[in-house]
């Protein structure tokens, strides 16, 4: 573009401006009721299990997505310390949907951007009886869309200081689909336990 700016002597001059080139990508898209999960798989070492999960990881040392859906749908949740007063309101939420999940036939799986040690902590000092998985540089995810290093949650939630997955809940079919989404990017919601808890029921 030009555009022709005078100086304080009068003269004219014509300045040729190039327009300002968007390096970011689009923001984040987190994933929706309906659509297909990426394929993920998770190593024995990289959790806190428990119940059936325990089980499985007994005769290998890892476990896929299609593995972990083939008898019961799975429950999948994404959650961050740095959510400050909104992280323990989330497990106490998860925590008190566990029971109904279990008698569901459900399994609920919680990724987090925190190491296995870490998350042993926490659930011993939580008391959880859930499943965590530490979701090593923040892969998957950022394969369901709740994490991007170029549109970071901390640029649109005040108190965040560091690099945060967007809280979601998913549920899982046996055919990696998508039959329940919860997806907070402001912290201000917890997830709708009837409809999470009919979606499991339907796709048992």
């Not at 640029?155 to 967007?166: C, P």
Request: proline share 6%.
């Amino acid at each position: 573009m030009l555009y022709e700016i005078e100086d304080e002597a009068g003269q004219i001059n014509t300045v040729k401006i190039k327009p300002l080139i968007n390096k970011r990508p689009e923001r984040v898209s987190p994933f929706k009721e309906g659509q297909t999960v990426p394929s993920f798989s998770l190593k024995a070492s990289s959790g806190v299990w428990n119940a059936s999960l325990a089980d499985q990881f007994q005769s290998r040392h890892e476990l896929s997505l299609a593995e972990l859906v083939q008898k019961k749908p799975l429950v999948l949740s994404f959650y961050c310390p740095c959510w400050n007063a909104y992280a323990p309101k989330h497990l106490r939420v998860l925590q008190t949907l566990n029971q109904s999940i279990k008698g569901l036939g459900g399994e609920l799986l919680v990724l987090s951007n925190e190491p296995a040690p870490m998350l042993q902590q926490l659930a011993d000092y939580e008391d959880l009886d859930f499943n965590l998985a530490y979701d090593r540089h923040n892969q998957i995810a950022r394969s369901f869309g709740v994490y991007s290093d170029f549109h970071p949650l901390w640029e649109r939630v005040s108190g965040i200081s560091d690099d945060a997955y967007i809280p979601a809940v998913y549920v899982i079919n046996r055919q990696r689909k998508i039959v329940y989404d919860f997806v907070d990017e402001n912290l201000e919601l917890a997830p709708n336990a009837r409809a999470l808890l009919t979606a499991l029921y339907v796709n048992r």
